[in-house]
């Protein structure tokens, strides 16, 4: 069975990501793209447009050195422009780590990521650790 593009697109993401290749990871977004942090830490919020995201992304690296890491579990596809992932995180930032599960929410326009909504199984402790 083929997977669905949208799947495909969202892994496409992931590998991006992992491979910290910012010029893909643009490619594949919206330039209005909005990425919805959960929480009240330094990097909760609404980090809209293409060039806001990919800040938060290079926050991300800088806060924890180069160590986080996120390995991508299920995606799943509706059909119609959403998409859901599950990964978990992993990431070592001062005198902390953490590994937490968390999902994001994608919404998929024209064949681009235009909004990605996260949750994460504990928002205490991710507040903590970016805090």
């Known amino acids: 069975m083929a997977e669905h593009m949208d799947s495909a697109l969202v892994r496409r993401g992931y590998a991006a990501f ?77 005198d902390r780590g953490i590994e937490i599960r968390e999902g994001l929410f994608f919404t998929i326009v024209g064949g681009k990521i235009s909004d990605i909504d996260e949750c994460t199984e504990d928002i205490d402790v991710s507040d903590a650790f970016w805090s």
């Open 18 to 94: 992992g491979a910290g290749d910012v010029d893909t990871l643009a490619s594949l977004m919206t330039s209005d793209v909005v990425h919805h942090v959960p929480g009240n830490s330094p990097i909760s919020g609404h980090h809209k447009g293409r060039e806001a995201v990919l800040e938060l992304y290079r926050r991300l690296g800088e806060l924890t050195n180069g160590t986080m890491r996120v390995e991508l579990g299920s995606v799943l596809a509706d059909g119609r422009g959403h998409v859901m992932s599950f990964h978990t995180s992993r990431a070592d930032r001062n």
